[in-house]
């Protein structure tokens, strides 16, 4: 059995075996964290060292481990209060730095644990401090028995302090032997190996965000040399973009699956691929020619327009298995937008092309796991890529949701068309309008039609929300031909979300009578009339349609094949049916004498536009929406007819069908089925029937 020295002795040569590296990989860990503060610059060498400062972290725990079980069973029975209390913090720091360490590198800089890395960076610098206090103490104490050493040799109690000479000099037996060399190996390691890996790196991996159009002898729009026109899309210097960097969504939703999965079912991502659009896109194509169709690309295919494919020889996002036709609106064609270059719409975005991170858009799946495990570790600059500050604004939206035809386009003039940010400018939304000007508080579009979700994406918030990537709009065809039972749920539940009301005003009348009792006026109670019919009478009854939610017109988009009409039936007790109006005809049809939301374009031979060819419009003859926070009263004349047994019932529908029946059997050909009506909003009344008292002479 090993006396209590010798097995001390065998604690500390343990300890001296295992520190080296502990102390090494410590300095190394200081070295990387106080090189990416101080020089907080996302480039190739800065992401190299954050990767080295991951896997030196684990490495230092592993160590640690090992450390802190020999330490402890060498030191424990030591009566040395300050460094036991100082030894017992620092490895409760340790302890933190190493939680904090490895919940980072296991599931990233999560949104919702934003706190993690700040702890982590005090805990690091306290840890520092609480280092030097804790071997400041064995100094002390040591310094402290050595002195005691001294006075009892001088007064020959006992043996001279020489023969202690382990005692009086030897403050850190675990220390390494070579100790001087810990920085130039803690530096070799660290900024050495990051120099040479990005030297390495940056000679064989370039990842350029622009590049030349896809397609040779690129055409130019009206004598134009701008690469994108008639789409207002502006990039860096007119550059075109390289796939990788507006395409590859795919990727995205390897971290942000539960994002992605609302985007697939979203308008945005079949904004190509929706079967109306392919018919309208190639409609202009062969009209206009491949150049033209930049004029809507911009903001339903902008891989097909940034990439450079929209000339002759070149595919629109119409063609099917086509990169733009898949991708839509990709993840990167919004959250690359870096500014709104103007507010008149047809695609007026800048986009800059966000820094890549190490191994960006590779295929090699070791390579891609890496490209992704440092942007989890290190996000700075991917929030600030994908967050940029017009993406939080209605501004944002209104590059798309805005639109205007020139004379190129449709050899006339300057047309205004779709203009969802003014109408919301306008509303009492906005709060910059006359309703109520310059609050601060006010409703964007993303507050409606990107609602704040629970989730457990990487990027959520505190309260772990993100917001909607599913787009709840007025599109009820798209998710019906694509049998998405979901997204047809969220659509019509969006719809009918008390945004658009309808009321029938009772008709109060003026000789509307209680009894036949003759009483004075003035001792009427009630201030409004009792309501009721007569028989074989003629009556008008006025319907009130309010958009009180809706933060633009209704209806909204592409208010010339939508469909939005009121319905209003009227029938007697017994059900039969004394009046409708907006019934649907036998070829689904609506009645043609409903009362329609809706505009009628015109070509420049005042012939109706019906198939959406928008190059030919040149105007409108007709256009009925009602404003946000405004009201459309609708009349109705009826006759109550003899036999009608009261009470009367009568109710007013406002429905919606995506789009109008002729143009649904044109643009979706071969796929077309019957579309959802949906009923927005509804009111029924019940009116009493009388007979009229015949006049007594």
């Not at 003759?518 to 001792?523: G, N, R």
Request: glycine residues 6%; contains cysteine; proline residues 4%.
């Amino acid at each position: 059995m090993k006396n209590p020295k010798q097995h001390n002795a065998s604690l500390v040569s343990v300890e001296k075996r295992h520190n080296y590296w502990l102390y090494a990989s410590y300095l190394s860990l200081i070295l990387s964290s106080l090189i990416t503060w101080l020089w907080p610059v996302h480039n190739v060498f800065n992401q190299w060292l954050t990767m080295i400062h991951s896997v030196t972290g684990i490495l230092f725990v592993a160590i640690l481990v090992i450390f802190t079980l020999t330490h402890f069973k060498r030191t424990l029975g030591m009566r040395r209060a300050g460094s036991m209390l100082s030894g017992v913090l620092l490895i409760a720091l340790f302890g933190y730095l190493s939680y904090s360490g490895l919940r980072i590198i296991w599931v990233g800089r999560l949104e919702s644990e934003a706190h993690l890395l700040s702890h982590h960076m005090i805990v690091a610098c306290g840890s520092v401090v609480i280092l030097i206090v804790h071997g400041l103490t064995h100094i002390y104490y040591l310094q402290k028995k050595n002195r005691g050493l001294a006075k009892t040799s001088a007064s020959g109690e006992k043996k001279s302090s020489a023969s202690h000479p382990q005692e009086r000099t030897d403050y850190f037996p675990s220390l390494p032997n070579k100790l001087k060399t810990l920085p130039i190996i803690a530096s070799l390691y660290t900024v050495g190996l990051s120099l040479a890996l990005t030297f390495v790196y940056s000679a064989t991996y370039q990842n350029s965000p622009t590049g030349t159009a896809a397609v040779a002898d690129y055409q130019y729009y009206d004598h134009s040399k701008h690469p994108f026109r008639p789409s207002q899309t502006e990039t860096e210097a007119s550059a075109f973009i390289q796939p990788a960097f507006i395409a590859g969504s795919e990727t995205c939703a390897d971290c942000h699956g539960q994002i992605a999965k609302q985007w697939y079912s979203s308008m945005h991502k079949q904004a190509a691929s929706d079967p109306a659009y392919v018919t309208n896109i190639s409609l202009l194509a062969d009209n206009k020619g491949m150049v033209a169709t930049r004029y809507c690309e911009g903001c339903h295919a902008p891989v097909a327009l940034l990439t450079g494919q929209l000339s002759e020889g070149g595919t629109h996002g119409g063609i099917a298995d086509t990169s733009a036709f898949n991708e839509g609106i990709s993840c990167l064609s919004c959250h690359n937008i870096s500014k709104a270059v103007h507010l008149k719409g047809v695609a007026s975005y800048q986009y800059s092309p966000h820094q890549p991170y190490l191994f960006y858009a590779s295929q090699n799946n070791i390579l891609k796991s890496l490209h992704h495990f440092l942007l989890r570790i290190k996000p700075q600059q991917h929030k600030r890529d994908m967050s940029r500050d017009v993406l939080q604004s209605s501004e944002h939206c209104a590059t798309c949701h805005v639109q205007f035809m020139d004379r190129g386009m449709n050899n006339w003039g300057w047309v205004k068309m779709q203009d969802e940010y003014t109408a919301w400018l306008q509303s009492p939304f906005s709060k910059q309008s006359h309703h109520s000007f310059a609050e601060q508080t006010f409703t964007r579009c993303h507050d409606c039609h990107m609602p704040l979700v629970n989730s457990k994406d990487p990027s959520a918030n505190q309260s772990g929300q993100v917001r909607a990537h599913h787009f709840p709009g007025a599109n009820t065809m798209m998710p019906t031909l694509n049998g998405d039972i979901d997204q047809l749920r969220a659509t019509v539940k969006f719809l009918q979300s008390n945004k658009m009301r309808v009321s029938i005003e009772p008709p109060h009348r003026q000789d509307a009578t209680q009894s036949t009792q003759h009483i004075d006026e003035s001792l009427r109670a009630q201030t409004e009339t009792p309501a009721y019919f007569y028989l074989n009478e003629t009556t008008k009854i006025r319907v009130v349609v309010t958009n009180s939610g809706v933060g633009h017109n209704f209806p909204g988009g592409t208010v010339d094949i939508n469909q939005a009409w009121l319905e209003f039936v009227v029938s007697d007790a017994s059900g039969a049916l004394i009046y409708h109006s907006g019934f649907l005809q036998d070829d689904l049809q609506v009645d043609p004498e409903a009362y329609f939301y809706r505009s009628q374009p015109i070509d420049r031979f005042g012939n109706q536009i019906w198939q959406h060819d928008l190059f030919n419009r040149v105007g409108e003859t007709y256009k009925n929406v009602i404003a946000a926070g405004e009201s459309d009263i609708v009349s109705y004349n009826f006759s109550v007819p003899a036999w009608a047994q009261s009470p009367i019932t009568m109710t007013a529908v406002l429905k919606y069908r995506k789009f109008n029946q002729r143009y649904a059997k044109w643009a979706l050909k071969e796929k077309y089925q019957e579309l959802p009506i949906v009923d927005i909003a509804r009111h029924s009344l019940l009116v009493p029937v009388r007979e009229q008292a015949p006049v007594i002479k």
